[in-house]
């Protein structure tokens, strides 16, 4: 007997346990090969959150991860095609799927900023965009910011120490993190938002017409 398809607002099975599957293999690779620190990267955040999204079945994890991750998964790919076919980076930011020193295998797992958006935005058809999204993305950009302090400088994960494009700090840490993050949050965040505040209908509206009928 085959099993219905999940009413709309619900994330399907199959789709919930391949979010799980990929965190559990994603998860410790990428642990072993660039340590623990590495997970306040905002594009790793965003697979973490996106499965626990999926899982859960909430809207505004999965809302909050597509503001996130759309354009910068864009850039991603972008960069990696421009690497790939032309012999070097448009942009910069994925010379490390380039580097013969980590495992091919782990490389390849950051193929999840090609396939994410999709999923996402399949997601988002299915339960609806959630308005709070935003604020709630651009609170985890600055304790991502603020954490990465507290790296290497070296590393200058999220750009928290030097600007990707000047690379040069915009001043004192704390006015370089209010930059940065401003620059996240209407650069990156607010046109995404208002974007998907437009195509997608509200959360929960996918429930309470089933309801009405």
Not at 60 to 75: E, F, K, P
Not at 97 to 111: G, T
Not at 123 to 140: F, K, S
């Amino acid at each position: 007997m085959v099993s219905p398809e999940p009413a709309p607002g619900r994330i399907p099975d199959w789709l919930r346990w391949a979010a799980l599957i990929w965190l559990l293999v994603w998860f410790p690779a990428y642990w072993r090969t660039w340590g623990a620190a590495n997970f306040l990267q905002l594009c790793d955040l965003a697979v973490i959150l996106t499965s626990i999204g999926l899982w859960t079945n909430s809207a505004l994890l999965i809302s909050s991860q597509a503001v996130s991750s759309l354009l910068i998964d864009l850039v991603w790919a972008l960069d990696a095609g421009w690497r790939l076919f032309v012999g070097r980076h448009l942009m910069g930011g994925t010379e490390y799927l380039f580097d013969r020193h980590y495992p091919a295998w782990v490389r390849l797992l950051s193929l999840f900023h090609v396939l994410m958006p999709a999923v996402l935005l399949w997601a988002l058809l299915r339960i609806g965009y959630d308005r709070r999204a935003y604020r709630l993305q651009c609170a985890i950009a600055f304790l991502a910011l603020l954490a990465c302090r507290f790296t290497s400088p070296h590393k200058n994960m999220n750009f928290a120490f030097r600007d990707p494009f000047l690379h040069r700090p915009w001043g004192p840490p704390p006015i370089h993190l209010a930059i940065s993050t401003l620059a996240l949050a209407i650069a990156v965040y607010l046109p995404t938002h208002l974007l998907l505040r437009r195509l997608f209908t509200p959360a929960g509206s996918c429930k309470r017409g089933l309801t009405r009928r």
